[in-house]
T-cell receptor, first 116, second 110 residues
Framework: NAGVTQTPKFQVLKTGQSMTLQCAQD?????MSWYRQDPGMGLRLIHY???????DQGEVPNGYNVSRSTTEDFPLRLLSAAPSQTSVYFC???????????????FGPGTRLTVL | GIQVEQSPPDLILQEGANSTLRCNFS?????LQWFHQNPWGQLINLFY???GTKQNGRLSATTVATERYSLLYISSSQTTDSGVYFC????????????FGSGTRLLVRP
């Protein structure tokens, strides 16, 4: 198993450009999520999904879109990049337990994004 | 929303020392997880521990859900234990949201 993979590893954008961060998992996990980590801080939840066709907002969703057309893939789209979106982005996946609980989280290696 | 607070924010240990990291959460939670972020940025799950005590080698964790806290114990610390330790909690509101604390940065000196 490859686990959780993310591409690209590094990206530099100019303000106003758009791009998609890719995330894929091969563990048949229902739950997938995107976090951003700013220097010296914890992880903040951007968007998450509990299955194909189901997405919901996290703590900091503005400026980002997601979709979940398959169980394996959960791309994150930046529609019009801003310097405030400079961060390290992590994708994670897990099984989904009942009653709104997620199981052990597995993280991808991260994408380091710089917006000039 | 739920508040997840970790203490201490920074910790420096001599190799071989023991330490306790604390995680407090403001609301009832479905589960509590501990993670280690190594100096290269990789996040590794250490424990999935909604309640009770678990042990894995030199690490152990205890969650007292009724009192809304969890503890991570590191015994006989090694330089490879350095990094940032995060706890994260799932609200008991069926939302599946996993909220992270701000972390404890640990440096173990040889």
């Amino acid at each position: 198993n490859a686990g959780v993979t993310q591409t690209p590893k590094f990206q530099v954008l100019k303000t106003g450009q758009s791009m998609t961060l890719q995330c894929a998992q091969d563990m048949n996990h229902e739950y997938m999520s995107w976090y951003r980590q700013d220097p010296g801080m914890g992880l903040r939840l951007i968007h998450y999904s509990v299955g194909a066709g189901i997405t919901d907002q996290g703590e900091v969703p503005n400026g980002y879109n997601v979709s979940r057309s398959t169980t394996e893939d959960f791309p994150l789209r930046l529609l019009s990049a801003a310097p405030s979106q400079t961060s390290v982005y992590f994708c994670a996946s897990s099984l989904a337990r009942g009653q709104g609980g997620s199981d052990t989280q597995y993280f991808g290696p991260g994408t380091r994004l710089t917006v000039l | 929303g739920i508040q997840v607070e970790q203490s201490p924010p920074d910790l420096i240990l001599q190799e071989g020392a023991n330490s306790t990291l604390r995680c407090n959460f403001s609301d009832s939670v479905n589960n509590l997880q501990w993670f280690h972020q190594n100096p290269w940025g990789q996040l590794i799950n250490l424990f999935y521990i909604p309640s009770g005590t678990k042990q894995n080698g030199r690490l152990s964790a205890t969650t007292v859900a009724t009192e809304r806290y969890s503890l991570l114990y590191i015994s006989s610390s090694q330089t490879t234990d350095s990094g940032v330790y995060f706890c994260a909690a799932n609200l008991m509101d069926s939302s599946y949201k996993l909220i992270f604390g701000s972390g404890t940065r640990l440096l173990v000196r040889p």
